[in-house]
């Protein structure tokens, strides 16, 4: 049964909408990303005022795709909206980006915050974070290959840890104390240093692109939208206040950008090595949730390209529903992305995430322009939902991604500059293959969103 032809007591509510931004977006990043924030900004408030601001984006940004989601239903999301707006060229070079730079790097940075967690809980050394990152992809790899139904099986502990997981630092670090948190004010950042703060802040907030397809899926679409967007922000926004001030309350800013497995050090200090276990082990779960979902989908990128590309023809091969080589590719990559990470100046995560942040946000800005495009050139199409103060809002998405775009280009370094590399290389594939009608108009997008 199509989403359009669904009865409407099978639909979700504004209730059901708030919470599944809520379960999207609140994940593994907050665990990782604040000591990379922190050493982006000169003072405490700037450090909360940054994640303010990544709320804002969240909100305007998750409007813009709400509409988007509504006048062009389909389960390509950002490959359909990029294809019909620019052609099946611009969408090629959108799957090519997922599958070699963002699908696989955003898994090589969740397979690194994870190896700071379990590297505390059972060391290996130096390198120990990146050989536990590269156990991590090989395993659950491995569990994807098995099938579909025992990936699935094991989601729903990985998601109930990561309520508790958030949960326990809150209650913690607000309730806590630290001598850390007196320690001297750090030296200000670098010049344009607070553009790379919000990426990694934006970073923390990532998924709210997927809540925004919720448009198709509503009772009352016109009603119930902008209600969902808003009260999600406002709760996500409210618990990563609420787990910043805890770590600046424990901590101190300058303590902060010094601290790796933030939450572990902060129930450490509060709870002693018992409680900092016991964190390891809730943040070790939730990064392999995400781990585990990310290759899932992931895989699809590849197997997609392989059903309609005739030269990538094996990378369509199957067993039974799992795309065993498509999965074995992507392993492949992200395991070299992860070796990349760990010889490379500063953590893994960081390099990871300079990998990727040009790219994505390339794409994010040239979603969000197809916004104007589609109101210029099919005004008169149905939109079930229209984004609020329209031209203004999606106007404030794309400022933001441009920004973000600019500062993950100047400040990302040997990283930014690598993914941007791996792009390139997707031109000729794009143009030479840009013309393929992808099965279903759809059969790419669902393994992009």
Not at 27 to 48: E, H, K, Q, R, W
Not at 349 to 376: D, E, K
Request: with cysteine; proline share 4%; hydrophobic share 55%.
């Amino acid at each position: 049964m199509s989403i359009d032809t669904q009865h409407d007591k099978n639909k979700l509510s504004a209730f059901d909408g708030v919470a599944f931004v809520v379960g999207v977006v609140v994940g593994i990043g907050i665990f990782g990303f604040p000591p990379l924030v922190a050493a982006n900004v000169d003072s405490g408030t700037m450090y909360m005022l940054a994640w303010l601001a990544g709320g804002l984006v969240m909100l305007v940004g998750a409007l813009t795709y709400a509409e988007l989601g509504s006048a062009f239903p389909s389960a390509g999301g950002e490959y359909h909206f990029l294809s019909r707006a620019y052609g099946h060229r611009i969408g090629m070079l959108f799957a090519w980006a997922r599958g070699t730079v963002v699908q696989t790097g955003a898994i090589a940075v969740v397979a690194f915050i994870y190896g700071e967690y379990a590297n505390i809980l059972l060391p290996l050394g130096p390198y120990g974070d990146s050989i536990h990152a590269a156990i991590s992809v090989l395993v659950l790899t491995a569990l994807n290959l098995a099938g579909t139904g025992q990936s699935k099986r094991v989601q729903i502990i990985f998601t109930i840890a990561a309520v508790l997981a958030v949960l326990t630092v809150i209650v913690a670090g607000v309730f806590g104390s630290g001598s850390a948190a007196s320690s001297s004010a750090p030296p200000p950042p670098a010049a344009g240093s607070l553009g790379m703060a919000m990426v990694f802040v934006l970073l923390t907030y990532g998924g709210w692109n997927e809540a925004a397809y919720l448009s198709g899926e509503m009772r009352n679409v016109k009603r119930d939208m902008t209600r969902v967007m808003v009260w999600g922000t406002v709760i996500v926004v409210a618990l990563y206040a609420c787990v910043n001030l805890a770590f600046l309350n424990i901590f101190g800013l300058a303590q902060l950008r010094e601290t790796h497995a933030v939450g572990a050090a902060l129930m450490e200090i509060v709870a002693g090595p018992a409680g900092a276990v016991l964190l390891s082990l809730l943040v070790c779960l939730t990064a392999l949730s995400t781990i585990n979902g990310t290759i899932f989908t992931g895989a699809r990128v590849y197997y997609a390209l392989g059903r309609d590309v005739p030269a990538l023809k094996r990378l369509g091969a199957a067993h039974g529903t799992t795309p065993s080589t498509a999965l074995l590719v992507q392993a492949a990559i992200t395991l070299a992305l992860i070796v990349f990470g760990a010889f490379t100046h500063g953590s893994g995560v960081n390099t990871m995430v300079a990998y990727t942040a040009p790219v994505f946000w390339l794409f994010m800005l040239l979603v969000g322009i197809s916004l104007f495009v589609f109101r210029r050139r099919e005004p008169q199409r149905e939109r079930p939902f229209r984004v609020p103060l329209y031209p203004v809002t999606p106007a404030l998405f794309c400022l933001a991604c441009l920004g973000l775009l600019y500062s993950s280009i100047v400040y990302a370094g040997i990283g930014g500059f690598l993914g941007l590399v791996v792009l390139a290389s997707g031109v000729p594939f794009a143009l030479r293959y840009g013309k393929v009608t992808l099965a279903g108009d759809g059969a790419v997008p669902d393994a992009t969103r």
